[in-house]
């Protein structure tokens, strides 16, 4: 349990001392940034090869989701077993709440794969949090959450400049409106700005924001319940406790809202590059 942080302190701990108690002279071991850091399972920063507990979880959760989509579809039936029918469910519920809510059924249907599989694979990998040994949201790591929306922008933009051109993606980009007479030129460079360096960063801080507080909070209460496990201390150690269940059936909730949020989010970049009209 007690791996050490990356610091010139070498007494710093990731998770926390669990000897350390209320009126036991130590000091509570509050969660920092040193909770986010993990030693290589094998290899380090300065050789080739460099695997992590959170690479582990982001390989473990996408063999996941493809062995449970291939379970469930690898025979589908007239009608469907119990797997197959969650598994449809969880589908149908991305491709017409999300993409045909959003894109439309013509336009969107050749995206469906993309953004279910952009739903389950965020869903999974916020899910890690809460599941007994893992207990780590992959996406609280902002080069996850940048990677798929940076996957998202290129998407995006290229197909923005397929649709229109080139003429008709920068009007696209920058909002051109000839009506907008002298503000023009600086609506055109606050859109350009916005959309095309502002978008894809909040997309991907958005995800990897609510995840790092979530599990931080997360952390600070289940700390604390073990912290004050001591004499007077254990009254307050059973509050603790109980906000530790409230916050995780709460993160729970969170890390679903946030994968629907990101697919919605990326349907809408999607579909603002195929309308004709801006």
Known sequence: MKEPAVSADPTQTLAFDT????????????????????????????SNVYFNKT?????????????????????????????????????????????YETIGKKEGEKYVPFVVSLFFFVWMMNLWSIIPLAQFPVTAIISYPAVLAGLVYITWVSLT??????VGAFKNF?????SLGAVLPLSMTIELFSNLLVRPFT??????????????LLLLFTIASWYMLNGIGIAYSAVSFVMVIVMTAFELFIQAVQAYVFVLLTCSFIQGALAESH
Request: net charge positive; glycine share 12%; charged share 15%.
């Open 161 to 166: 400049f397929k649709r229109h051109g080139f």
């Open 203 to 216: 997309h991907a801080v958005r995800l990897f924001a609510n995840m790092f507080a979530g599990h931080t």
């Open 19 to 46: 000897s350390c108690h209320l009126f036991d002279g130590c000091g509570f071991p509050a969660p920092g940034l040193h909770s986010f850091l993990f030693k290589p399972l094998f290899g380090d920063a300065n």
């Open 55 to 99: 690479m582990l979880l982001a390989l473990l959760g996408s063999i996941i989701i493809v062995g449970f989509f291939w379970a469930a579809f690898a025979r589908p039936k007239v009608v469907p077993g119990k797997l197959q029918m969650i598994a449809e469910t969880g589908y149908d519920f991305v491709r017409r709440g999300v993409v």
């Open 174 to 178: 920058t909002g051109y409106d000839k």
